[in-house]
């Protein structure tokens, strides 16, 4: 199983991002996938779920209004698409998939809101 991150970068408040995860080594559709965020000195903190046909999502409250989740199963990829952004978004965010009762995670990509 593998999971690559990308999209994340500096960006004043306000401004977007677009987040992607690869995945592989798996059967992607099977599998309802998530992204955490952890910002420094905090817990590990989920953002964003999508089922297996992207028809059931949920989002932090936090997040709620600003960001948006997505899959495209044909390309085994789930995004994150982030609206205005805020300082406090700022993190390493994650992708993760929970494969029976192993957990994966990918390496994560950082996300900087800032003037």
């Known amino acids: 199983v593998q999971l690559v991150e990308s999209g994340g970068g500096l960006v004043q408040p306000g401004g977007s991002l677009r987040l992607s995860c690869a995945a592989s080594g798996f059967t992607f559709s099977s599998y309802v996938t998530s992204w955490y965020r952890q910002a420094p000195g905090k817990e590990r903190e989920l953002v964003a779920s999508?089922?297996?046909?992207?028809?059931?999502?949920n989002y932090a409250d936090s997040v709620k209004g600003r960001f948006t989740i997505s899959r495209d199963n044909a390309k085994a990829t789930v995004y994150l698409q982030m609206n205005g952004l805020k300082p406090e978004d700022t993190a390493v965010y994650y992708c993760n998939v929970r494969i029976g009762i192993a957990i994966f995670w990918g390496q994560g990509t950082q996300v900087t809101v800032s003037s």
């Open positions: 999508i089922s297996r046909a992207g028809n059931n999502i």
